[in-house]
């Protein structure tokens, strides 16, 4: 069954350094989806991208966050100036159609020093 | 902004018993889609079931159904039959029908005894 999958599945990085966040949603899906889970806490929505551009976007997506589709397959996520509350487990998201189930990826567990 | 509760930060079942998680939700709006999320310790989140708010019908998968309340914005599982496979955490949520953001509850952790 295809799967969603995530690298690396954890990264360390120190404060201030950019970081990509690597994703490869299931292949024939349109809609892809950051979530990111900080310990304890509730999975927040980061962003929504379809056709090549952010369809929707929470508060969180600041400037500081930027998504990318590179090729046919990848899905990014880059965060330029890594803070210490960023860091939290995140979820890349894919779906075939805007109101079907969302299939998830394991995970990146994102710590900042 | 909607919301979602689970108060149950934790629950138990005896195994081949029955359990059931609940869900509450908060929208104004009348068109939506609600989901239960399993996650094993370690491992991705992974549909267990899913309902749309127009269906009256309650929606079953096996051993889990739900029981869902639109009037009191209540969407409860029911595991039949727990097995220890079973044992994971259970995210609920709430789409709407605008928008694509899925929007999580904090999650109850299931325990399996043997």
């Known amino acids: 069954e295809p799967e969603v999958t995530q690298t690396p599945s954890h990264q360390v990085t120190q404060m201030g350094q950019e970081v990509i966040l690597h994703c490869v949603p299931i292949?024939?899906?349109?809609?892809f989806y950051w979530y990111r889970q900080i310990l304890g806490q509730k999975v927040e929505f980061l962003v929504s991208?379809?056709?090549?551009?952010?369809?929707?976007k929470s508060e969180i997506f600041d400037d500081q966050f930027s998504v990318e589709r590179p090729d046919g397959s990848n899905f990014t996520l880059k965060i330029r100036s890594t803070k210490l509350e960023d860091s939290a487990m995140y979820f890349c998201?894919?779906?075939?159609?805007?109101?079907?189930?969302?299939?998830f990826g394991p995970g990146t567990r994102l710590t900042v020093l | 902004a909607q919301t979602v509760t689970q108060s149950q930060p934790e629950m138990s079942v005896q195994e081949a018993e029955t359990v059931t998680l609940s869900c509450t939700y908060d929208?104004?709006?009348?068109?939506?889609?609600l989901f239960w999320y399993k996650q094993p310790p370690s491992r991705q989140m992974i549909l267990v079931i899913r309902?749309?708010?127009?269906?009256?019908q309650n929606a079953t998968e096996n051993r889990f159904s739900v029981n869902f309340q639109k009037a009191a914005k209540s969407f409860s599982l029911k595991i039949s039959d727990s097995q220890l496979g079973d044992a994971a955490m259970y995210f609920c949520?709430?789409?709407?029908?605008?928008?694509?953001?899925?929007?999580f509850g904090t999650g109850t952790s299931l325990t399996v005894i043997p």
């Open positions: 991208f379809y056709n090549n551009e952010i369809s929707e």
């Open positions: 292949s024939n899906h349109l809609y």
């Open positions: 929208t104004s709006e009348s068109d939506y889609y």
């Open positions: 998201a894919s779906s075939e159609l805007q109101t079907n189930e969302q299939f």
């Open positions: 949520a709430y789409r709407g029908n605008t928008g694509n953001q899925f929007y």
């Open positions: 309902q749309e708010a127009y269906k009256q």
